[in-house]
């Protein structure tokens, strides 16, 4: 599973919040990485490094203010998590900051849903 390839800004970062709100979802995406990733850091890769840009027009204009405030402070979430060494998603799963992390994914994931 990819994401963000070949879809607009919008959809490519709710497909990213849908994946870190669904834990069941995560440990599929460390299945289909086989040995080509460490799932763990790309999760939260994903997320700060190829789609959060809170910086460009494009990404910008694809979100209401409220919306990039609640993008905002998820990516503060993963950034505080960013540092911690998981070798599993499982391993992830337990820490209270990832389960936090999966909290507010799962209620900006259904506002990001809600207005598209």
């Excluded at 990213?16 to 850091?41: F, I, N, T, W």
């Excluded at 998820?74 to 337990?94: D, G, N, P, Q, W």
């Excluded at 999966?102 to 900006?108: F, G, H, P, R, Y």
Aim: glycine share 4%; hydrophobic share 45%.
């Amino acid at each position: 599973m990819r994401i963000g390839v070949g879809v607009n800004t919008r959809q490519a970062m709710i497909d990213a919040v849908m994946l870190l709100s669904q834990p069941g979802k995560q440990l599929d995406y460390e299945r289909s990485l086989c040995v080509a990733g460490h799932a763990p850091s790309e999760l939260v890769s994903v997320f700060c490094d190829d789609l959060f840009h809170p910086k460009e027009a494009t990404f910008i204009a694809s979100f209401s203010s409220d919306e990039l405030k609640d993008l905002a402070h998820l990516y503060r979430l993963l950034c505080e998590i960013s540092s911690s060494h998981f070798s599993t998603v499982a391993e992830m799963l337990k820490d209270m900051r990832w389960r936090r992390v999966v909290t507010v994914a799962k209620e900006v994931a259904a506002r990001l849903a809600g207005a598209s």
